[in-house]
């Protein structure tokens, strides 16, 4: 229940990469909430992820938010949590700490080869639509075109060196995590204590948005999800 009824401010931060329409079909009641949309930075050169959080907390204008982070942007609003008061914090399709990591991302981390990943290639997402064949492969492309317009390679790079060089070894007390059994990104069975979305992937926050709409509302008031 609302107190003294006061709408409950919601920020939300999209994935790696992502631009916030994202979010374009998540609605929340607006007697109860407000939703703000947050936006990657270009990060400064070797600028920490603590620096990052810092500078994206400028964009904070509410007291006692709710604060909604995807993918590597859950990783984000993580940090960017310990230097505010929250109401909720909740990730989505993302991880509490470095051992919910794939392994192949720890394996990355501790043999030092994020600088080999072609990561250069985001320039080049226009043409993914025009080279994939079929159906299914069509539309996954027209999604990364339309979501994906962060391509900067100096944030990419930042981005996924500072995601599986993350240094946090156990869960923020409170945290509430969503996570669908079908992610590929962050595979289910490295998470533990989330809120399982049956077949969601890792963009369910774009495809299984009706579930979010039936279930936000509860899960930032109370931290649970009603049956």
């Known amino acids: 229940m609302l107190i003294n009824n006061e ?6 931060m999209p994935g790696l990469a992502a631009n916030p329409s994202v979010f374009e079909h998540i609605k ?10 947050l936006e990657w930075l270009i990060p400064e050169p070797y600028e920490t992820l603590k620096e ?38 909740i990730i989505i399709s993302s991880v509490k700490c470095r051992r919910e990591l794939p392994r192949r991302m720890r394996y990355a981390s501790n043999k030092g080869l994020v600088k080999f990943l072609p990561t250069s290639l985001l320039n080049h997402i226009d043409q993914f639509e025009k080279l ?14 339309k979501y994906l317009s962060i391509i900067d390679v100096s944030y990419v790079d930042w981005a996924i060196e500072n995601m599986i060089n993350w240094d946090c070894e156990k869960p ?23 809120i399982t979305v049956k077949g969601g992937t890792h963009i369910m926050v774009v495809n299984r948005f009706r579930w979010f ?11 649970k999800k009603e049956d």
């Open 213 to 223: 709409n039936k279930h936000l509302p509860s899960i930032i008031l109370t931290g």
């Open 52 to 89: 990052y959080a810092l500078r994206m907390n400028s964009f904070i204008k509410h007291d006692n938010i709710v604060l909604i982070g995807v993918s590597f942007g859950g990783i984000v609003v993580q940090e960017m949590s310990k230097y505010l008061e929250l109401k909720r914090l």
């Open 132 to 145: 994939a064949f079929g159906d299914f492969l069509k539309k996954r492309a027209k999604l990364y075109k």
């Open 172 to 194: 923020i007390p409170g945290i509430v995590h969503i996570h669908g059994d079908l992610d590929l990104v962050f595979p289910y069975k490295y998470i533990n204590g989330c």
């Open 28 to 37: 929340l009641p607006e007697d109860q909430f407000q939703i703000h949309l």
């Open 7 to 12: 709408i409950v401010h919601v920020y939300f």
